[in-house]
């Protein structure tokens, strides 16, 4: 019925590029359809028995918008991972990071520490429980991501090692 895509167009202006993410079946597709003005991407009917869409989109598509804009069509997708650091975790939570300079402890970890300054801040409403724990999150999310690619090239440089070890028993038999 439209309802809600006026609060897109603050997104999708000129000079600006956003994509649709989210699960198959679950109407990227018609939204853009709806905010191109016309049925130019395929769409499917919702499934009768499951009362859920069916996955139509098989490709990824750059679309330019009446006003502007443009968006991008996507398959989709089981998972959205975060990949960044610290500083873009600071950037998009700065008013927590702001906060936390207040902290008494420098490495407080804004849960059970004596004399925290984002947890007075949850206390007297200044900040939002639920943006608190976006920011826990995604932060837990990063600290497993860094672990992850640690993990990562630890394995390949022990691989490369055991490569230069064989190479070396190779050359050691050669000569005898």
């Known amino acids: 019925d439209g309802q809600g895509l006026e609060a897109l167009g603050v997104y999708l202006v000129q000079g600006k590029t956003a994509a ?12 853009i359809n709806r905010l191109l003005g016309e049925d130019r ?17 098989t490709h990824r598509e750059l679309l330019l918008l009446p006003e502007g804009g443009i968006v991008i069509d996507t398959p ?8 960044g650091d610290d500083q873009g975790l600071r950037q998009v939570f700065d008013d927590i990071e702001e906060l936390a300079i207040g902290c008494r402890f420098r490495d407080c970890g804004h849960q059970s520490e004596p004399g925290c300054a984002v947890r007075v801040a949850i206390e007297n409403g200044t900040l939002d429980t639920g943006r608190f ?5 995604l932060k837990k999310e990063l600290v497993y991501l860094a672990a992850k690619q ?19 028993k190779s050359v050691k038999n050669r000569r005898g």
Not at 20 to 31: A, C, N, T
Not at 76 to 83: A, T
Not at 153 to 165: F, P, T, Y
Request: no cysteine; net charge positive; aromatic share 8%.
């Open 76 to 83: 989709g997708m089981r998972e959205l991972q975060v990949w």
């Open 150 to 168: 640690a993990m990562k090239a630890s394995a390949v440089e022990k691989l490369r090692w055991k490569q230069i070890s064989i190479y070396q």
């Open 133 to 137: 724990q976006s920011y826990l999150k």
């Open 41 to 57: 991407l395929a769409t499917n009917t919702v499934s009768d028995a499951e009362s859920r869409g069916r996955h139509t989109t």
């Open 20 to 31: 649709f993410l989210g699960s198959s079946g679950v109407g990227k597709s018609s939204i």
